[in-house]
T-cell receptor, first 113, second 116 residues
Framework: GAVVSQHPSWVICKSGTSVKIECRSL??????MFWYRQFPKQSLMLMAT?????????EQGVEKDKFLINHASLTLSTLTVTSAHPEDSSFYIC?????????FGPGTRLTVL | AQTVTQSQPEMSVQEAETVTLSCTYD???????LFWYKQPPSRQMILVIR??????QNATENRFSVNFQKAAKSFSLKISDSQLGDTAMYFC?????????????FGEGTQLTVNP
């Protein structure tokens, strides 16, 4: 069945490095990909929305130069955290939507040392 | 703008008993969908149940059912015969159905603990 896969599931990196998170839609075409950030015991916070082939739309307060989103195809979207710092440590989740179908990726736990 | 409110940050229930989680929302939309998602310790978001606003009949999925009151903008989740595996964070969510790519608005979440 249709799912969204997300890789890596967890990553630990040093401060100042960049990290790329990939979300792939399987058995459906995600025309829109939503990227969320979630802190422990809190709700999901929408960071940005991307449509295939278009520039992402970022929520207020989210630095677009720090969180680079690419949605080059209907099956792949990436989020790159550039020059990561400890405060970027969080759980990142993608949600792919195509027509009436929508699926969450399993999430990526990012720890920046 | 839409808002979703879950007024119970934490709840607990004994195994095999019934528990109801509350959710209210505010919107000017007439056509929309409401969801309950479960997020267990693995943090994978799992769809529990979905309700279409134009349907008056309350949605049910096995042990899970909702009480959808459109006029009151209320959407509560009832879990019957609670099981240990139901322990999770539960999120109520809203999405307007007018366009694809619409944003999903989440409530703050309710942490449910099922005790043996």
């Amino acid at each position: 069945g249709a799912v969204v896969s997300q890789h890596p599931s967890w990553v630990i990196c040093k401060s100042g490095t960049s990290v790329k998170i990939e979300c792939r839609s399987l058995d459906f075409q995600a025309t829109t990909m939503f990227w969320y950030r979630q802190f422990p015991k809190q709700s999901l916070m929408l960071m940005a929305t991307s449509n295939e082939g278009s520039k992402a739309t970022y929520e207020q307060g989210v630095e677009k130069d720090k969180f680079l989103i690419n949605h080059a195809s209907l099956t792949l979207s990436t989020l790159t955290v550039t020059s990561a710092h400890p405060e970027d440590s969080s759980f990142y989740i993608c949600r792919g939507q195509g027509g009436d179908e929508q699926f969450f990726g399993p999430g990526t736990r990012l720890t920046v040392l | 703008a839409q808002t979703v409110t879950q007024s119970q940050p934490e709840m607990s229930v004994q195994e095999a008993e019934t528990v109801t989680l509350s959710c209210t929302y505010d919107t000017s939309e007439n056509n929309y969908y409401l969801f309950w998602y479960k997020q267990p310790p693995s943090r994978q978001m799992i769809l529990v149940i979905r309700q279409e606003a134009y349907k008056q009949q309350n949605a049910t999925e096995n042990r899970f059912s909702v009480n959808f009151q459109k006029a009151a903008k209320s959407f509560s989740l009832k879990i019957s015969d609670s099981q240990l595996g139901d322990t999770a964070m539960y999120f109520c969510a809203f999405i307007p159905s007018r366009t694809s790519g619409s944003r999903l608005t989440f409530g703050e979440g309710t942490q449910l603990t099922v005790n043996p």
